[in-house]
């Protein structure tokens, strides 16, 4: 984005906010934590050029602005700010249900002390050169200020569990009783086959791809969710906000299209329906494992790799 | 179980491996989360999500764990209908009225087995199980027999013939008492129940064999009058349904203390106990047999007495015991199970210092049918009023010396009640009201006076634990929730006194944009549901001490219009209308809203 398009994006913005800023401004109540409304026209400012991408409408801009959480946001950076009674506001809505969250999140009484004895130091935020760095400073209030929090936590516990996962011994593992053999078979295998492709019909790869290319953002989603990450149907529900049983009939009616798309796909390809059929039904497991594609990803295992993490996290969690 | 190929599950898990540099800010999950996104920002997050374990991870992290403060709390429910058919054939099959003869020819003058009732305690026990075993109006001469405490006895005796002078026990509803003189015998099965499933085991293949004969007689014992045999238990329940409930009764063999109870809606003439328990077998209608009528009279064995002894000379004439088969014998043993629709109030009465208060009279009213049952508590303080109806009841606890405490819509659900009350000591503006005696009241002890009875009905007196607040029903609830209104400037207002003065409620629950204008409200009960500009639906659960935001969508397709008219039938269906026109309902107490298909 070069400085000329920065500038005009800021200028329609800024013209956007111009007509609703100060009402925003009342509602938000800022001056209460001691924010002048000029300055809380910048954040709202620095808050829009974020998000908003450039040529937005200056309709959508002031709707923007408009479904922010004002009241939150001005709370959130009074006490970035450092005022007395934006803290004591802020505690007072806060300070139980942060626990509670951290509670919901590690399911662990001393670990979520900790997580929300962790947060609350990075809210704070004084560094040892006695300068406010405060996390709440980069709060835009797009969702609600709770809802933030706990997704904070929920960040926070994961990086966590990342940084503890590095430095679980073997012995650990061992006696965790984690199954070396089932789990990284699979992904081996998982890999060796995309690595050893000649196992399977060539032609079975790019179908697949293509298929799953032509899913919608949420009905990968839903399916990553479900199939990958072991979601109940109610939790995918709750993150999308529809009954569960609407999640039920779509995760239904997409394994039942997947299939069919790749059999139809396979088709297209020239392959007949029982041929299609079979391949599609390998068992991924029984395939041929390249012993090489094998050590590869066991020597990868050493770093972080987000879905072994999740994997684990998912266990813990349950 | 949705199923994909293995290999399809690979290729998802192969795009996640890739891995991700940024990830989107916590404000843009939560508002994902929140269903707060545009569309737009909503693909991008969905697209990131799709491929990225770790954010997934924390949106399903980041769920409000308390998706509790959208529900709506769903009012207690009462059993399942099949629970109830449960019950009911559980009725049918104990309700079978089994009668078997003792005739000891040979012993004329002996006592009858008879056993004396049983002491039974004033029982929490949820089945009442009453007993009554009489002899049918055969052309045999059968002589009911009353299995008591001593099941085993009576059991193992059954079949010896027997002297009839057998005091036997009436089973059969009060106003049928007239007309069916021959009761035999019952007994109060509340107390034992462990002897019940000997006493009934013995008895139940006479009531199977019984049950054919019996059974095209469906609701009315055969006249006993002219008949040899002529024991008949009519346990046909009238439709006043009175029964009789073993509670706190005299130990010796006299009888139970009665008290009289409303079953409910057994009308129609259900039949139960003596001879009908066989017809109840066979008809369907056993099912709504609520309860079994024994009343265990040993007064009334006395007065019949006579005619038992009747009975047996005209039965050793006919050589009763030698015809007197299984298939001849009917016994009844009238059992009353508790059916589906039967509950219980239960309590302990204090006064304010914590002392329990024995000997208060305990009267709840059932204020839909206006049927009232009486009881009192005990030494401990406690009462315990069970087979009741389910339905409303007002119960009143008075005592003397203290003020009356009076709790109304207490609702009864096929599920004991507990409700403890603290009897308020009475005032002495009150004492003044009282009769001469009343100078003896002493007004700060709780203990004397027990002369005076006050009748003051204070119901702001009474302390209400958390417990019973939540069984007050929603009637109670709208008195103390109030009515609502929305003022011009979009302020909620509430009025206690119908609409005499009106007090603003905050409404602040978080993530609401304070500028959304609110519009309309609607209220049932503690539910109240408040409607404002910019798809705003606010929600308290407690009478609005406490709004959380409802945010109204399905799918991407979330409710922004402003809402112009809302209106909840009941705390489950509501339905809102929008400035545009467009209408969504919900079913679940706005767990979930649809769009109206035929809206826009």
Same mark, same amino acid.
């Given at each position: 984005?070069?400085?000329?398009?920065?500038?005009?994006?800021?200028?329609?913005?800024?013209?956007?906010?111009?007509?609703?800023?100060?009402?925003?401004?009342?509602?938000? &109540?800022?001056?209460?934590?001691?924010?002048?409304?000029?300055?809380?026209?910048?954040?709202?400012?620095?808050?829009?050029?974020?998000?908003?991408?450039?040529?937005?409408?200056?309709?959508?801009?002031?709707?923007?602005?408009?479904?922010?959480?004002?009241?939150?946001?001005?709370?959130?950076?009074?006490?970035?700010?450092?005022?007395?009674?934006?803290?004591?506001?802020?505690?007072?809505?806060?300070?139980?249900?942060?626990?509670?969250?951290?509670?919901?999140?590690?399911?662990?009484?001393?670990?979520?002390?900790?997580?929300?004895?962790?947060?609350?130091?990075?809210?704070?935020?004084?560094?040892?050169?006695?300068?406010?760095?405060?996390?709440?400073?980069?709060?835009?209030?797009?969702?609600?200020?709770?809802?933030?929090?706990?997704?904070?936590?929920?960040?926070?516990?994961?990086? &966590?569990?990342?940084?503890?996962?590095?430095?679980?011994?073997?012995?650990?593992?061992?006696?965790?009783?984690?199954?070396?053999?089932?789990?990284?078979?699979?992904?081996?295998?998982?890999?060796?086959?995309?690595?050893?492709?000649?196992?399977?019909?060539?032609?079975?790869?790019?179908?697949?791809?293509?298929?799953?290319?032509?899913?919608?953002?949420?009905?990968?989603?839903?399916?990553?969710?479900?199939?990958?990450?072991?979601?109940?149907?109610?939790?995918?529900?709750?993150?999308?906000?529809?009954?569960?049983?609407?999640?039920?009939?779509?995760?239904?009616?997409?394994?039942?299209?997947?299939?069919?798309?790749?059999?139809?796909?396979?088709?297209?390809?020239?392959?007949?329906?029982?041929?299609?059929?079979?391949?599609?039904?390998?068992?991924?497991?029984?395939?041929?494992?390249?012993?090489?594609? &094998?050590?590869?990803?066991?020597?990868?295992?050493?770093?972080?790799?987000?879905?072994?993490?999740?994997?684990?996290?998912?266990?813990?969690?349950? | 179980?949705?199923?994909?190929?293995?290999?399809?599950?690979?290729?998802?898990?192969?795009?996640?491996?890739?891995?991700?540099?940024?990830?989107?800010?916590?404000?843009?999950?939560?508002?994902?989360?929140?269903?707060?996104?545009?569309?737009?920002?909503?693909?991008?997050?969905?697209?990131?999500?799709?491929?990225? *374990?770790?954010?997934?991870?924390?949106?399903?992290?980041?769920?409000?764990?308390?998706?509790?403060?959208?529900?709506?709390? =769903?009012?207690?429910?009462?059993?399942?209908?099949?629970?109830?058919?449960?019950?009911?054939?559980?009725?049918?099959?104990?309700?079978?009225?089994?009668?078997?003869?003792?005739?000891?020819?040979?012993?004329?003058?002996?006592?009858?087995?008879?056993?004396?009732?049983?002491?039974?305690?004033?029982?929490?026990?949820?089945?009442?199980?009453?007993? $009554?075993?009489?002899?049918?109006?055969?052309?045999?001469?059968?002589?009911?027999?009353?299995?008591?405490?001593?099941?085993?006895?009576?059991?193992?005796?059954?079949?010896?013939?027997?002297?009839?002078?057998?005091?036997?026990?009436?089973?059969?509803?009060?106003?049928?008492?007239?007309?069916?003189?021959?009761?035999?015998?019952?007994?109060?099965?509340?107390?034992?129940?462990?002897?019940?499933?000997?006493?009934?085991?013995?008895?139940?293949?006479?009531?199977?064999?019984?049950?054919?004969?019996?059974?095209?007689?469906?609701?009315?014992?055969?006249?006993?009058?002219?008949?040899?045999?002529?024991?008949?238990?009519?346990?046909?329940?009238?439709?006043?349904?009175?029964?009789?409930? =073993?509670?706190?009764?005299?130990? %010796?063999?006299?009888?139970?203390?009665?008290?009289?109870?409303?079953?409910?809606?057994?009308?129609?003439?259900?039949?139960?106990?003596?001879?009908?328990?066989?017809?109840?077998?066979?008809?369907?209608?056993?099912?709504?047999?609520?309860?079994?009528?024994?009343?265990?009279?040993?007064?009334?064995?006395?007065?019949?007495?006579?005619?038992?002894?009747?009975?047996?000379?005209?039965?050793?004439?006919?050589?009763?015991?030698?015809?007197?088969?299984?298939?001849?014998?009917?016994?009844?043993?009238?059992?009353?199970?508790?059916?589906?629709?039967?509950?219980?109030?239960?309590?302990?009465?204090?006064?304010?210092?914590?002392?329990?208060?024995?000997?208060?009279?305990?009267?709840?009213? %059932?204020?839909?049918?206006?049927?009232?049952?009486?009881?009192?508590?005990?030494?401990?303080?406690?009462?315990?009023?069970?087979?009741? *109806?389910?339905?409303?009841?007002?119960?009143?606890?008075?005592?003397?010396?203290?003020?009356?405490?009076?709790?109304?819509?207490?609702?009864?659900?096929? =599920?004991?009640?507990?409700?403890?009350?603290?009897?308020?000591?009475?005032?002495?503006?009150?004492?003044?009201?009282?009769?001469?005696?009343?100078?003896?009241?002493?007004?700060?002890?709780?203990?004397?006076?027990?002369?005076?009875?006050?009748?003051? %009905?204070?119901?702001?007196?009474?302390?209400?634990?958390?417990?019973?607040?939540?069984?007050?029903?929603?009637?109670?609830?709208?008195?103390?929730?109030?009515?609502?209104?929305?003022?011009?400037?979009?302020?909620?207002?509430?009025?206690?006194?119908?609409?005499?003065?009106?007090?603003?409620?905050?409404?602040?629950?978080?993530?609401?944009?304070?500028?959304?204008?609110?519009?309309?409200?609607?209220?049932?009960?503690?539910?109240?549901?408040?409607?404002? %500009?910019?798809?705003?639906?606010?929600?308290?659960?407690?009478?609005?001490?406490?709004?959380?935001?409802?945010?109204?969508?399905?799918?991407?397709?979330?409710?922004?219009?402003?809402?112009?008219?809302?209106?909840?039938?009941?705390?489950?269906?509501?339905?809102?209308?929008?400035?545009?026109?467009?209408?969504?309902?919900?079913?679940?107490? $706005?767990?979930?809203?649809?769009?109206?298909?035929?809206?826009?």
């Amino acid at each position: 984005m070069n400085t000329n398009a920065t500038l005009q994006s800021a200028l329609g913005i800024t013209s956007a906010l111009q007509p609703v800023s100060g009402g925003l401004c009342a509602q938000s &109540r800022c001056a209460e934590w001691g924010i002048p409304h000029a300055d809380f026209e910048q954040i709202l400012l620095a808050v829009g050029a974020k998000y908003l991408p450039e040529g937005t409408q200056s309709g959508d801009a002031a709707a923007f602005f408009k479904s922010l959480k004002v009241e939150e946001l001005a709370l959130a950076r009074g006490c970035a700010a450092g005022h007395e009674r934006a803290w004591e506001v802020f505690l007072t809505r806060y300070r139980e249900k942060l626990f509670e969250m951290a509670l919901s999140i590690a399911r662990d009484g001393a670990t979520a002390r900790e997580l929300a004895d962790s947060l609350y130091a990075d809210l704070y935020g004084v560094n040892s050169r006695g300068e406010r760095v405060s996390k709440l400073a980069s709060y835009t209030g797009r969702g609600s200020l709770e809802g933030w929090l706990r997704t904070v936590l929920a960040q926070e516990f994961i990086n &966590r569990y990342r940084k503890q996962r590095r430095t679980t011994s073997l012995d650990e593992e061992i006696e965790q009783g984690r199954q070396f053999a089932a789990q990284p078979v699979e992904t081996a295998a998982l890999a060796a086959g995309s690595e050893s492709g000649s196992a399977i019909d060539p032609r079975l790869d790019p179908s697949i791809t293509s298929v799953l290319d032509s899913l919608t953002n949420e009905d990968r989603y839903v399916l990553a969710s479900y199939f990958l990450d072991g979601r109940t149907l109610a939790d995918v529900a709750r993150t999308l906000g529809v009954h569960e049983s609407t999640i039920s009939r779509r995760v239904d009616k997409l394994a039942r299209g997947l299939r069919k798309q790749i059999l139809s796909e396979l088709g297209r390809r020239g392959m007949t329906r029982r041929q299609a059929e079979e391949c599609l039904d390998t068992d991924v497991r029984d395939l041929k494992v390249d012993l090489r594609a &094998r050590l590869t990803q066991e020597s990868r295992a050493g770093t972080f790799s987000p879905r072994e993490a999740l994997t684990d996290s998912t266990e813990t969690s349950k | 179980m949705p199923e994909l190929p293995k290999i399809v599950i690979r290729k998802l898990a192969e795009r996640e491996l890739r891995p991700d540099v940024s990830h989107p800010d916590a404000d843009l999950l939560t508002a994902f989360v929140e269903c707060a996104l545009p569309d737009r920002d909503r693909g991008t997050v969905l697209r990131h999500l799709a491929d990225c *374990p770790s954010c997934r991870e924390i949106v399903a992290l980041a769920q409000p764990a308390e998706v509790a403060a959208d529900t709506v709390i =769903s009012p207690p429910r009462s059993r399942s209908r099949l629970a109830f058919l449960r019950w009911g054939a559980l009725a049918a099959c104990a309700v079978l009225v089994v009668s078997f003869a003792m005739l000891r020819q040979r012993q004329p003058g002996d006592v009858p087995l008879l056993a004396k009732n049983q002491t039974s305690v004033p029982s929490s026990e949820p089945r009442s199980i009453e007993q $009554g075993s009489v002899a049918p109006a055969s052309d045999k001469a059968v002589l009911g027999y009353a299995d008591t405490g001593d099941a085993g006895r009576g059991v193992a005796n059954q079949l010896t013939p027997a002297a009839p002078a057998a005091a036997p026990i009436a089973a059969l509803p009060r106003e049928r008492k007239s007309e069916a003189p021959a009761m035999i015998a019952g007994y109060d099965a509340e107390t034992v129940p462990g002897t019940h499933s000997k006493a009934e085991r013995a008895l139940m293949p006479l009531a199977r064999a019984a049950a054919p004969r019996r059974a095209p007689s469906p609701t009315r014992a055969p006249s006993p009058t002219n008949d040899s045999a002529g024991f008949v238990a009519n346990g046909e329940i009238s439709s006043s349904n009175v029964t009789t409930q =073993s509670f706190g009764l005299p130990l %010796n063999g006299r009888s139970v203390s009665h008290l009289s109870r409303i079953a409910p809606g057994v009308g129609a003439g259900a039949p139960v106990g003596g001879v009908m328990g066989a017809s109840a077998a066979a008809q369907p209608s056993a099912a709504d047999v609520k309860t079994g009528l024994v009343k265990a009279a040993k007064e009334k064995a006395a007065a019949s007495d006579e005619a038992v002894r009747a009975q047996q000379q005209g039965l050793a004439h006919g050589d009763a015991l030698k015809t007197a088969d299984a298939g001849t014998r009917t016994g009844s043993v009238a059992k009353a199970v508790r059916t589906g629709h039967e509950g219980g109030i239960r309590g302990l009465v204090t006064d304010p210092s914590g002392a329990v208060v024995p000997d208060a009279n305990v009267t709840i009213t %059932n204020t839909a049918t206006g049927l009232s049952l009486a009881s009192t508590t005990n030494v401990a303080g406690l009462y315990d009023v069970s087979s009741v *109806p389910a339905g409303p009841y007002t119960i009143a606890i008075s005592k003397a010396g203290f003020q009356d405490f009076v709790r109304s819509g207490v609702n009864v659900e096929p =599920s004991t009640v507990a409700l403890n009350a603290t009897l308020q000591v009475g005032a002495v503006s009150e004492a003044v009201t009282v009769e001469a005696q009343a100078s003896s009241v002493d007004t700060t002890s709780a203990t004397t006076s027990p002369t005076t009875a006050y009748a003051p %009905n204070d119901k702001d007196a009474f302390r209400a634990s958390s417990e019973e607040m939540a069984n007050l029903p929603s009637l109670v609830a709208a008195r103390q929730a109030g009515i609502w209104q929305i003022t011009a400037a979009g302020n909620l207002e509430r009025s206690f006194d119908g609409g005499k003065s009106w007090e603003t409620v905050p409404v602040l629950p978080a993530g609401v944009n304070p500028a959304a204008r609110l519009r309309v409200v609607a209220a049932t009960g503690f539910q109240v549901w408040v409607g404002g %500009n910019g798809g705003v639906l606010l929600h308290s659960q407690d009478a609005g001490s406490r709004f959380t935001n409802v945010k109204v969508h399905k799918r991407n397709f979330a409710l922004t219009g402003d809402i112009v008219a809302l209106a909840f039938s009941d705390a489950q269906h509501g339905r809102l209308e929008t400035a545009e026109h467009e209408v969504w309902t919900t079913t679940d107490g $706005g767990k979930t809203w649809r769009p109206d298909a035929g809206a826009k």
